[in-house]
Antibody, heavy 117, light 107 residues
């Protein structure tokens, strides 16, 4: 079955960096693009970034553009989100998710990132 | 960027009620719209994809409709387990955008 397991969350000071990882299994990771979605405490869902199947095309929310970098390693079935210049408003649970098209769609359990001094 | 305006933001309803939630896109998105349900402390769950296709395993009381700029999620007969927050998401163009959410509470 499909499994997505995020890791790498934690507490970081404003201006700091963190790299999130998402380990994928149970589906053809190399043939699928992937997304990161986040949810600040008590707030709604916010799409963060997407990377195409081959890792070459990447798209970002305006709120993270220039600070976050999405990448995928198809040889390891891993998705990453490098987050730099972190701000308080980046505090959220971060989820990785499979593509939105088609009848199969999965999310991981999420990893909490807290930006605080 | 495409804005997704979801209404209402909250509502109270009783078990057995018919519930309708609407999302309006600021520009046409064809049928690239999905609906998600989220319960407190849980991961969002997709209910509807491609505007009107029911996700496998989702009860048939959930349905979606619309195309272009106006979309609707309908719960034909609200059940106790349906009290949750619902979100629409457009994936016609980047950046993808969610609606603000609709919290469905018990009346």
């Amino acid at each position: 079955q499909v499994q997505l397991v995020e890791s790498g969350g934690g507490v970081v000071q404003p201006g700091g960096s963190l790299r999130l990882s998402c380990a994928a299994s149970g589906f053809s990771f190399s043939n699928n693009g992937m997304h990161w979605v986040r949810q600040a405490p008590g707030k709604g869902l916010e799409w963060v970034a997407c990377v195409w199947s081959d890792g070459n095309n990447k798209y970002y929310a305006d709120s993270v553009k220039g600070r976050f970098t999405i990448s995928k390693d198809n040889s390891k079935n891993m998705l990453y989100l490098q987050m730099n210049s972190l701000r308080g408003e980046d505090t959220a649970v971060y989820y990785c998710a499979t593509p939105l098209s088609g009848n199969e769609h999965y999310w991981g359990q999420g990893t909490l990132v807290t930006v605080s001094s | 960027d495409i804005q997704m305006t979801q209404s209402p933001s909250a509502m109270s309803a009783s078990v057995g009620d018919r519930v309708t939630i609407t999302c309006r896109a600021s520009q046409g998105i064809s049928n690239y719209l999905a609906w998600f349900q989220q319960k407190p402390g849980k991961v969002p769950k997709r209910l509807i994809y491609a505007s009107s296709s029911l996700q496998s395993g989702v009860p048939s009381r959930f349905s979606g409709s619309g195309s272009g700029t106006e979309f609707t999620l309908t719960i034909s007969s609200l059940q106790p387990e349906d009290f949750a927050t619902y979100y629409c998401l457009q994936h016609n163009s980047f950046p993808l955008t969610f609606g603000g959410g609709t919290k469905v509470e018990i009346k």
